[in-house]
């Protein structure tokens, strides 16, 4: 008599439990990690955002209706 839902066996049932609690705990680790670690900001630093101008935006000017 065989015993479960007929579906998967227990070796397959056992292996999809592995399999999430597997991913669970690579989800969990990089939730923990990603406040630790800094954007790259590539080869400019925080300096080339400040003066780098908007792509497309030639002249910004405030509308005044």
Do not use: C, H
């Amino acid at each position: 008599m065989v015993r479960g839902n007929g579906v998967f066996s227990p070796r397959e049932r056992r292996t999809a439990l592995i399999a999430l609690l597997a991913a669970a705990a690579v989800a969990a680790g990089g939730m923990a990690i990603q406040p630790l670690i800094k954007p790259s900001l590539g080869a400019g630093g925080t300096d080339a955002y400040l003066s780098a101008p908007t792509p497309g935006v030639l002249d910004a000017t405030p509308f005044t209706g």
